[in-house]
């Protein structure tokens, strides 16, 4: 059975930094398309990044230069470090594997 779960979330100052985990089971997150997403109040779920099973990495617009994605092959884990966060980096942040396994998201507030 495939599970994905989140953690590292909370509250950050604008302009902190915070790092999201994303832990599997039920499968080997090396061999797959792993990417975490976003979805603010009232928006839609968007792309935040992707990393494909051969290490190619893409970020969405917003993020570029301030986000990374990474993956620990021998903890099953994929990660997300946050950068320079802004107010507009509010969300809930889901995991996603192979493009149709979600996380149940983990909430990210920068405020002041």
């Known amino acids: 059975q495939v599970q994905l779960v989140e953690s590292g979330g909370g509250l950050v100052q604008p302009g902190g930094s915070l790092r999201l985990s994303c832990t599997a089971s039920g499968f080997t997150t090396r061999n797959y398309v792993m990417g975490w997403y976003r979805q603010g109040h009232g928006d839609e779920r968007e792309v935040v990044a992707v990393?494909?099973?051969?290490?190619?990495?893409t970020y969405g617009d917003s993020v570029k230069g301030r986000f990374t994605i990474s993956r620990d092959n021998a903890k099953n884990t994929v990660y997300l470090q946050m950068n320079s966060l802004k107010p507009e980096d509010t969300a809930v942040y889901y995991c996603?594997?192979?493009?149709?396994?979600w996380g149940q998201g983990t909430q990210v507030t920068v405020s002041s």
């Open positions: 996603n594997a192979a493009w149709k396994h």
């Open positions: 990393m494909t099973s051969d290490g190619t990495t």
